[in-house]
């Protein structure tokens, strides 16, 4: 098994779980019946940076949202599967379809829909308030829980290890 410092820098492509990973598994219920959730602006950024760094972003959702939708193909993802009630099955038609290497590729789930996936990918990682079977398969957990900084903490650590973070600190020159 490769340390984490070789398994980030293999990292080509990343799938994500949205509910509990970029929100913090909250959603407010409208009288329509629309359901409504909150995003990390700074996750968002990160998500961009990688973007433009040459990674591939994709998210397998049980939830469904057109909103959701929307944010997550403005930042840059490729393809957003959502109202999903097998991941695996749609994680191995974008491994198909995409031409996704699995030795390569990093998911970031936080229960337990996203563990048969999390058990398939190279680097799965997830955040500080994932469930017990998550916490305990990751080869990351990131210090911030879902929503609140998470994503962005795994995308900065990808693009500092990969030497692609757009403002890699300069040495000192004191």
């Given amino acids: 098994m490769m340390n984490q410092l070789e398994a980030f820098g293999q990292i080509q492509a990343l799938i994500f779980d949205v ?21 990390n602006i700074r996750d ?12 591939r972003f994709f998210a ?11 944010r997550l193909e403005g930042l840059g993802f490729e393809e957003v599967r959502q109202g999903v009630p097998d991941k695996l099955a749609v994680y191995e038609e974008l491994v198909e ?24 990918v190279a ?7 994932a469930s017990r079977e998550v916490l305990r398969i990751s080869q990351y957990v990131s210090a911030y829980p879902g929503g609140r900084g998470c994503v962005r903490d795994v995308v900065e650590r990808l693009l500092r290890i990969q030497e692609k973070w757009p403002l890699m600190e300069e040495p000192d020159e004191s």
Avoid at 60 to 70: P, R, Y
Avoid at 106 to 120: C, Q, S, T
Wanted: proline residues 7%.
């Fill in 19 to 39: 509910d509990g990973v970029f929100t913090d598994n909250t959603v407010l219920a409208q009288p329509d019946g629309e359901l409504l959730r909150s995003f």
């Fill in 44 to 55: 968002g950024l990160a998500v961009k940076l990688g973007v433009r760094a040459g990674l």
């Fill in 60 to 70: 397998i959702t049980g939830g469904q949202s057109a909103g959701t939708v929307k």
């Fill in 97 to 120: 379809i995409h031409r996704l290497d699995e030795g390569r590729l990093l998911y970031m789930g936080d229960d337990l829909p996203d563990y048969p996936v999390m058990r398939r």
């Fill in 123 to 129: 680097l799965p990682v997830c955040p500080r308030d």
